[in-house]
């Protein structure tokens, strides 16, 4: 079956940096675009960012512009969040979902915390 795993969160403190990984198994990896999700304390789970299954593009939400990238590897079957100047408001829960077409799967979650 499609197995979604994120990794990576944790503890960070104001203007430091994480990278988030996320492992996809059970799917054709390469065909599916890959985003990246959060969702912080009361408040709805937005986009962060997304990067299709082939070709440069990518897109950001505009609060993590020129701090975040995401990237991708199709041998290892992993997307990546590299997240840097980290502000207390990216705080959140970070999910990791594969789509394609109307078929998405979904991650259970990785925690960032970004706190003195």
């Known amino acids: 079956q499609v197995q979604v795993v994120e990794s990576g969160g944790g503890l960070v403190q104001p203007g430091g940096s994480l990278r988030l990984s996320c492992a996809a198994s059970g799917l054709t990896f390469s065909s599916y675009a890959m985003n990246w999700y959060r969702q912080a304390p009361g408040k709805g789970r937005e986009l962060v960012a997304a990067i299709p299954s082939a070709g440069p593009s990518t897109n950001y939400a505009d609060s993590v512009k020129g701090r975040f990238t995401i990237s991708r590897d199709n041998v290892k079957n992993t997307v990546y969040l590299q997240m840097n100047s980290l502000k207390p408001e990216d705080t959140a829960v970070y999910y990791c979902?594969?789509?394609?077409?109307?078929?998405?799967?979904w991650g259970k979650g990785t925690l960032v915390t970004v706190s003195s």
């Open positions: 979902n594969a789509r394609r077409g109307g078929v998405a799967y």
